[in-house]
């Protein structure tokens, strides 16, 4: 731990407590004597003003209990990299960690059994051949060794440095410089500034494949700025960093295949436009976004957009996804695969098996439903069921069944636009298949002692349907709306209170 007060404290992120926080003032504080750092922390619960003490100003916080004074002997500023990776992986001997005999591992006071990890820690401690290291929560806050770091872990591709006292992209640059094959960077949950002017490329991060800046505070014009220096950079995730609006990236980050954007609160679904001409964006997390529709005008329905040319899969859970015209849509994206769409509040009255079938059925191309993978048995059931389901609207629309006159309107085109794709593709549906099924209704003197296996026999007599595809259930008078199945065969009518006037419901 290291609690020598910096030259640059101000500003810096620091560790007390197991709590993070960032330093925003370094003086005193009347009539105390002595040093005090004053922090926000990004726990606001942790602190007990906002910077205001007994009527001064010392410094700001966004919470009115998010600030602290503290000595600065109780803060750890953090250590370098190499030290970190040496601590992590290199067992240094400020760790009190000691080798007992071959199979034992001696951790202060205590000692632990090994049972086949003995080269594992020959491996790690290794440096010189880690190729993915992680120093997650190690406290990392500065470079360090700066020369040291290329010669000691000459061939690493993947670093985890997430939820660490990283402040700067600066530093980022100055760690990522030392390591010539870098392609993925994990650096979420590290609240860092960063640069406010473009960032021409330097070189270092040309290789860089994989970037995660999630919970950094980064906005999505300083993700614009830094984006030079990633010209090969394939995904770049953003989630929790109270993006709002969106601006075209113009010249950066036309490599990229996956964006998460997850829990952003954007405006609305038209941001998207502004990133719509990402040619090679393959995936696209939208997930706690609060989008609840989208639009891609430069397509009509029926017709394929040029936005988003080439999205695979598509990521809209727990939105505000209420309306059928926001799948509808997603219809006229050319290259669209996969959906995720749990939680939206999208037919709320349809039963799940039910919303999976009209979403399958309005969206053609559509592989994968919320990660299950949609056989063409399935595909085929969900667009005769859709194409009879709406037939009567259809009709009643315009529709017809001879070519030449069927002109549905406008208003159905646009709630239906793949209607009369199906019906090409499977038929116009006859106007058998659109008739309801129309109740039974029972006379007076069937309602003794019959039981559910005789009304079967007579039934069958009527439909020349056997007994045991029958099922049977009825409608109360007395209660609106809700049925009862008849479901054992040797009970009367009368045990289930069967009345005159009650309606009885035959499906097979």
Known sequence: MSSILPSDALGRRILCDMEYATVQYVGSVPPTKGLWIGVEWDNPQRGKHDGNHKGIRYFKCRHPTGGSFIRPDKVNFGVGFLTAVKNRYGLNDEQDVACGKDDE?????????????????????QLNKLENISVRECAVSHVGQKEEINRTCPIIKSIDLSKNLLSSWETVIDIASQVQNLEILHLSENKMKFPSAATPGSGTFDK????????????????????PGWPALEELYLASNDITVLERPTNVLQTLKLLDLSSNQLIDGNQLHLIAHLPRLEKLILSDTGISSVCFPDAEFGKKAKMFPSLKHLVVDNNKISQWSFVNELDKLQSLESLQCWNNPLGPEKSPETLRQLIIAKIGQLK????????????????????????????AAGGHQDPDK?????EFLAAHPRYQLLCL???????????????????????????????????????????SELKLSYESSKMEGKEIELDNDLKSLQFYSIENGDCMLVRW
């Open 368 to 395: 994968f439903l919320n990660k299950s993978e949609i056989l063409p048995q399935e595909r085929k059931g969900a667009e005769l069921d859709y194409r009879k389901m709406f037939g009567n609207e259809w009709l």
């Open 208 to 227: 860089l494949r994989v970037l995660a800046l999630n919970r950094t505070g980064v906005t999505w014009v300083e993700v614009l700025l830094c984006a």
């Open 105 to 125: 591992l001696v951790l202060g006071k205590k000692t632990v059994e090994l049972v086949g990890f003995d080269s594992v820690l020959e491996e790690q401690s």
């Open 425 to 467: 593709k499977y038929g116009a549906p006859e106007e058998g298949e659109l008739k309801r099924q129309q109740p039974f209704t029972l006379k007076n003197q069937l309602l003794n002692s019959m039981t559910i296996q005789k009304v079967k026999g007579l039934l069958y007599r009527l439909l020349k349907i056997p007994g």
């Open 406 to 410: 069927n002109r549905p309107h406008e």
